[in-house]
């Protein structure tokens, strides 16, 4: 666990954590930090916190110690958000000490007396603030929805610290630099993508709430963004702002001049077309991602069709449906409601068909409103028609998506 100065009286301590399926779902293929904060004014707050610790209160205390924080002097907890990798720490803290105050949202607070127990919980409410003293006064600004219903943003006022929980979070192990003025081009470019891919696993779903929450980051005046995963803002936390309003647009279908084929195929008939077509984003000098499900994880493959402006779906006939493989990756997308794409589907099929019917009910089970480029199905391998024809909606799709492209 590492432990930092973010501003006088204001401390980070932050840990990477690997090997864990995140939300139990989501490989972590960078790993991730957990980030908790420590304010201290007369009095102490600490606001989030690492998941569980490791179960010793001791380690715990020594990391305080280290930052000059006697435990028994932590008066208050703030819980930005219940979920269980900001606050399963609070039981192990209660080894150490009990009288402490819990400071949360209402909806928060319910769920606190659940999963913990509840004693000592102050309810607060857009505009609260707790005066820790030394000119350390902490506000409140319930954003729900961001993630949980309970979820609030804690500011403080003195050095303009917005504590941002999960919101402005990103995916990514953190080495020596954790603050954005410390971090080389390939870090930057590094976190941006394991912040597209935090937003497309864990935060897209609730783009309309997260909206809401950039504007009302946008009330308060800050100079420091500090989000629960991720690197801490101090340089320029407007680009933070940014990039969530940026990823918040490719939830609604727009995305990066890229396309990402997402594919399968079982005895390699589609694969060839898969082949042909990869030729031809060469030749058109398109920047493309390949997936081959169930190869590539769920994480990847949701990061990576979010992001990109073109998706074109390769997968065959399979019992009358989908490729399942493809299907279930599809319906994942669906599920995370990332609406809007431009797709174009091929596929090989042996006697039916069926894979272009499933599609369209996947496409209709989870509202995604997506436009088709008229799809191409073939008999067994495809032939030179095929692959014409496949061109031609390749080639429409590359047209097409200029108007989707958001960088
Ligand atoms: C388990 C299995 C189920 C299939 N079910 C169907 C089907 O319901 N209708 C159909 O037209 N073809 C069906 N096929 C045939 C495939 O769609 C066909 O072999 C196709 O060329 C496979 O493409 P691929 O090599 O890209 O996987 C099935 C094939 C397999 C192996």
């Known amino acids: 666990m590492k432990k930092l100065k973010i501003a006088d009286g204001i401390y980070m301590l932050t840990m990477n954590v690997e090997d864990i399926l995140f939300e139990g779902i989501w490989e972590l293929a960078n790993g991730v930090t957990l980030n908790s904060y420590i304010v201290r004014g007369e009095k102490t707050a600490i606001i989030d916190g690492v998941i ?45 000490k009990d009288d402490f105050t819990v400071i949360c949202t209402d909806k928060a607070a319910k769920m606190v007396a659940s999963f913990y127990g509840g004693e000592n919980i102050r309810i607060v409410k857009e505009g609260d603030t707790l005066d820790l003293g030394k ?102 936390p407007q680009k933070i702002i940014d990039d969530y309003f940026r990823f918040s647009q490719y939830a609604e279908g727009a995305g990066k001049n890229e396309v990402t084929i997402l594919w399968g195929s079982m005895y390699g008939m589609t694969a060839k077309a898969v082949d042909y077509v ?88 989870n509202k995604m409103n997506w436009s088709f480029i008229q799809s191409v199905e073939f008999e067994g391998a495809p032939k030179e028609e095929d692959l014409r024809k496949i061109e031609a909606g390749v080639l429409e799709l590359i047209g097409k998506m200029k108007e989707k492209i958001v960088e």
């Open 52 to 96: 569980g610790w490791d179960g010793i209160p001791e380690t715990l205390y020594q990391n305080l110690e280290e930052i000059g924080v006697d435990p028994q002097n932590i008066d208050y907890l703030i819980v930005n958000h219940m979920e269980p990798d900001h606050s399963g720490w609070i039981s192990n803290f209660r080894k150490i």
């Open 135 to 236: 000119g350390k006064v902490l506000s409140f600004h319930p954003v729900p929805n961001v993630h949980w219903p309970d979820t609030m943003y804690t500011y403080e006022r003195d050095t303009k610290t917005l504590f941002s929980c999960d919101m402005f979070g990103s995916f990514g192990r953190m080495g020596d630099h954790c603050f954005d003025d410390e971090m080389t081009t390939e870090e930057v470019d590094f976190f941006e993508s394991e912040g597209i891919r935090y937003y497309s696993n864990v935060m897209t779903t609730f783009t309309p709430s997260l909206r809401k929450a950039i504007e009302k980051a946008k009330t308060l005046e800050i100079s420091t963004i500090a989000p629960g995963h991720g690197p801490v803002y101090r340089k320029n």
């Open 278 to 365: 990869e030729g031809i984003l060469q030749r058109e000098g398109v920047k493309y991602n390949k997936l081959e499900m169930p190869i590539d994880s769920d994480s990847e493959m949701v990061a990576t069709v979010f992001k990109s402006a073109g998706i074109i779906i390769a997968a065959p006939t399979y019992e009358y449906k989908l490729f399942p493989p493809v299907a279930a990756a599809l319906d994942e997308v669906g599920r995370k409601k990332i609406a809007g794409k431009l797709a174009f589907r091929f596929g090989s099929y042996g006697w039916s068909g069926g894979a272009e019917k499933e599609l369209n009910e996947i496409m209709e089970r």
